[in-house]
């Protein structure tokens, strides 16, 4: 019997930030590689999600969301985010059901023109919005640029995903299989451990700490045959938001550390002892050395 013809290639997905793109990559690929967080700007790197089946890989790259930078590392988003429009195979553009087309979308649309390679339009949230008010927000983007076909969806229940993957699973060219099947992410574990702790602290600090936060892993080594020790630091860029993220006599840094170290003991499949540090590094995000030590290296793009 003939071998089945395996396809492969890379998938982008963009859109302005917290449209939903890390929701719709952890949905694709079945588990948490990408931070998910209602506060816009969350994804800072480009993360690369792996979808594998017997005949087909797909690599989704979840990019920062394009906005109009006010910091170096608003900057490196951005940059990270258009970069990679030259290199994939199809594009995902990704739009909030409940938001009016804006000034964002039509800068992302002025960029997509120049890219010779599939575009679909991904309405996101539909589980928000009344059905009747579809074709009103298609209407809005239907001559935008060709599409190759709309697709609305609802990432965080699953809505017409399926059938946006079977679509993108049918252009793919033939090609080779890029990593081992059960390989879900090309970032290195460390990577995702410090994402899943900054998670926590946008998620529990809410407003009082914006996107002030990094998070460096000093150390993980195995402790004892039951328990992985980790050892990470929370940079912040001002010393008011230090008694924040602490809490009082450490009751937020406790439940940040709690709340994360489930998440780290799922990913790792281990018994985690985490332990967390808090420092100040002021215009962390200004500094073209910091950045780069907090792993946004300008090179990587």
């Known amino acids: 019997m003939a071998n089945t013809e395996f396809h492969s290639g890379f998938v982008a997905i963009i859109g302005r930030p917290n449209v939903g793109k890390s929701t719709l990559l952890n949905r694709i690929v079945g588990q948490k590689v990408a931070i998910m967080s209602d506060k816009a700007q969350t994804t800072r790197n480009r993360i690369q999600g792996i979808y594998t089946t017997k005949d087909t890989q797909m690599v989704f790259i979840d990019t920062p969301g394009i906005h109009k930078p006010h910091s170096r590392l608003g900057d490196f988003m951005v940059k990270s985010a258009l970069s990679t429009l030259g290199e994939v195979d199809a594009v995902l553009f990704m739009i909030n059901a409940d938001e009016r087309r804006g000034a964002g979308d039509n800068f992302i649309i002025e960029r997509l023109k120049a890219v010779n390679k599939p575009i679909y339009l991904v309405i996101n949230k539909i589980d928000q919005i009344h059905p009747d008010r579809l074709l009103e927000i298609m209407d809005q983007y239907k001559d935008a640029i060709s599409w190759a076909d709309v697709y609305p969806i609802s990432a965080l229940e699953g809505n017409n995903v399926d059938e946006l993957v079977a679509t993108l699973k049918s252009k793919l060219p033939a090609g080779p299989q890029y990593y081992p099947a059960d390989q879900i992410t090309d970032h290195p574990e460390r990577f995702i451990i410090s994402e899943l702790i900054r ?82 590094q002021e215009n962390w995000k200004d500094r073209e050395n910091l950045l780069a030590s907090y792993g946004y290296r300008q090179d990587d793009y």
């Open 199 to 280: 998670e926590k602290v946008l998620d529990l600090t809410r407003q009082e700490v914006p996107h002030s936060t990094a998070v460096v892993i000093d150390s993980i080594k195995r402790q004892d045959e039951e328990k992985i020790h980790i050892q990470a630091t929370i940079i912040i860029e001002r010393s008011s938001q230090k008694g924040i993220i602490i809490g009082k006599g450490g009751s937020m840094l406790k439940r940040i550390g709690s709340m994360a170290r489930r998440d780290i003991e799922r990913l790792l499949g281990d018994k985690v002892y985490l332990e967390l540090w808090v420092k100040v």
